[in-house]
Structures are given as structure tokens and as C-alpha cells.
């Protein structure tokens, strides 16, 4: 599929994912279990990839990591030496791991509060009561990885058409881009499901999702959800103007 690639440390990096898999978790950092994390972690690698997302070296190495820390949790040394010195680099390599994964989780959550303060001091966002959209329960702000969950679930339902030969006249991501922008300056709040014409077409839910991307990385929207039903909004911002 000629789809251009993304490069996602560009949005986020491997300490965000971790964090994002520990939120849905619903668990502590400091109870979390190597096996069950590392399998979900890899997992999302796959999901990545499969969005046209280029996964970067750190992501990588984190997996190496965990890897390494599972297979020292699961299986036994050949002696046991080999074992104790095993379970020794395991229990370091994850106090590392937890005391990043803490450290990280204190700043971003500075960072998220440091970032609104700003946007609400720049930005005249649209406001629910401003669309067509009747909200019934508070949202929350959507992450990369809570879109890679979306779009993930849709390319499971999607129709396999991978392999198809693409017309040179096929819509690409900037026109996707610009489809959305229209959507968007009509209806100012759209859901979701609102941006897709053929939701079952791979090829399509693929571009959507990179021009979401783009969208995201340079201000132009941001998309909030509601947890309880799943349901994903697209907001346009509006600057305020020149005094």
C-alpha cells in the first residue's frame, strides 16, 4: 500500500506507552506485572507498525529490556550461578525501569498541567455546548495510543485489501488533511466515525489516522473521549485574534 510512513517518536516515546499500558491496566507502576506488560508491549510494536508508523530505536530497546526482563523472570539458569546472576540483572534492570517510568510519570503530568495553562491563556477552544454534539459525560483528552487502540480495532474489522494496486489518483494523506479540515470548519465538533466514507477500507483508515497525526502535531485540533462508551470527538481550535 503506498501509503508515506510516520515516524512516532515525533509524538511520543516508549515511557509513554508504557504509562499509557499501565492507565488501562488500572494498576500501580510499582505492581507491574513484566510478563503480562512486556506481551501488551509488543503487541502495540505490532499495531504501530501496521499504522504506518516507523518505531523508533529507544522503542526497541525498551522492548530488548523487557524481553530479557520476562525471560529472566520465567526461566531458570543453567546453573545456579547463571540463575542468581539472572535474577540479579532482572531485579536491577527493573528497579530501572519503575524508577523512570515514576520519574516520567511526575514530569509529564507537570508538563500536560504546564500545557493547558498555556492553551488557555493562547487558544479560544470550541466548547460542547458550541457543536451539535450533546455531551452526557465529561471527557478526557485521547492520546497516540489511545488512537492506535481505535484505529486498530478498525483494521480488525476492515476488509484485507493490503495487497490491492493502488490507482496514482487514490486520496492521499494531504488530501485527507484538507477533507477533514472542510469537515471540521462546518461542523467544528465531529464524532469519531464522522471522518470515514468507507470505514471498512484499510487504505483509508490508515490515511485518516495520519492526518489526525499531522493535524495534532501542528495545533490545528486535539480529540477528546468519552471513557464509558468509547466514543472519540475531533475539536478544531481557534486562535485568538491580534490585539
Given amino acids: 500500500m503506498a501509503i508515506c510512513r510516520v515516524k512516532l517518536e515525533t509524538f511520543e516515546g516508549p515511557l509513554d506507552l508504557l504509562l499509557h499500558l499501565v492507565k488501562k491496566n488500572e494498576i500501580d507502576i510499582l505492581d507491574l506485572d513484566i510478563a503480562q506488560i512486556t506481551s501488551q508491549y509488543l503487541e502495540y510494536i505490532e499495531k504501530i507498525k501496521e499504522l504506518h508508523l516507523d518505531v523508533a530505536g529507544d522503542y526497541l530497546l525498551m522492548a530488548s529490556t523487557l524481553i530479557h526482563m520476562k525471560t529472566a523472570s520465567l526461566l531458570p539458569g543453567e546453573n545456579v550461578q547463571e540463575e542468581e546472576d539472572d535474577e ?24 500536560d498541567f504546564l500545557d493547558l495553562m498555556e492553551q488557555l491563556d493562547r487558544d479560544v477552544f470550541i466548547r460542547p455546548h458550541d457543536s451539535e454534539e450533546d455531551f452526557t459525560e465529561e471527557l478526557t483528552r485521547a492520546t ?69 497525526l499531522e493535524l495534532i502535531r501542528i495545533g490545528s485540533i486535539f480529540i477528546m473521549q468519552a471513557a464509558a462508551y468509547d466514543e472519540k470527538y475531533i475539536f478544531t481550535r481557534e486562535k485568538q485574534a491580534d490585539k
Avoid: C, N, W
Fill in 88 to 111: 540479579a540483572q532482572s531485579i536491577y534492570e527493573k528497579k530501572d525501569v519503575l524508577k523512570r517510568l515514576s520519574e516520567y510519570k511526575k514530569f509529564k503530568e507537570a508538563a
Fill in 144 to 212: 497516540i495510543f489511545d488512537l492506535v487502540d481505535a484505529f486498530s480495532k478498525l483494521l480488525e474489522k476492515a476488509t484485507k485489501t493490503s495487497d490491492m494496486v493502488i490507482d496514482a489518483d487514490e486520496e492521499s494523506v494531504q488530501d485527507t488533511i484538507e477533507r477533514i479540515i472542510k469537515i471540521l470548519r462546518e461542523k467544528k465538533t465531529v464524532r469519531f466515525g464522522q471522518l470515514f466514507r468507507h470505514p471498512s477500507d484499510r487504505r483509508e483508515i490508515i490515511l485518516v489516522f495520519l492526518a489526525l
